[in-house]
């Protein structure tokens, strides 16, 4: 069974940085797409960044562009944030397409993802 397991949150001033961690244990797919997501109270999911495990391309929300990076290396997806900001705060999830192939769009639509990770806190105080 695939399982994603988030670390690296915690608090942090703002103006700092934080990297997350979505280790992907027990997936046996040759391709997938790896998605950041976050969530505040009261607020709707938004999605943060995606990556395509097989060739490695990334796309970025607005929020995110110019201040986070998203990487990986083998089985572990990062997420490297910069520059943070009070409205940065919230739980962040990552999650796995598995129908995702290198080559094609990837989806930034959280029902297309079908794994997702137990979420890891994110708090920027100002």
């Known amino acids: 069974e695939v399982q994603l397991v988030e670390s690296g949150g915690g608090l942090v001033q703002a103006g700092g940085s934080l990297r997350l961690s979505c280790a992907v244990h027990?997936?046996?797919?040759?391709?997938?797409?790896i998605g950041w997501w976050r969530q505040a109270p009261g607020k709707e999911r938004e999605g943060v960044s995606w990556?395509?495990?097989?060739?490695?391309k990334a796309i970025y929300a607005n929020s995110a562009k110019g201040r986070f990076t998203i990487s990986s290396d083998r089985d572990t997806v990062f997420l490297q944030m910069n520059s943070l900001k009070p409205e940065d705060t919230a739980v962040y999830y990552c999650?796995?397409?598995?129908?995702?192939?290198?080559?094609?769009?990837?989806?930034?639509?959280?029902?297309?993802?079908?794994?997702w990770g137990q979420g890891t806190q994110v708090t920027v105080s100002s």
């Open positions: 990556i395509s495990y097989g060739d490695g």
């Open positions: 999650a796995l397409d598995q129908f995702h192939r290198s080559g094609f769009s990837m989806s930034t639509v959280h029902t297309r993802y079908d794994y």
């Open positions: 027990g997936s046996t797919f040759d391709d997938y797409a």
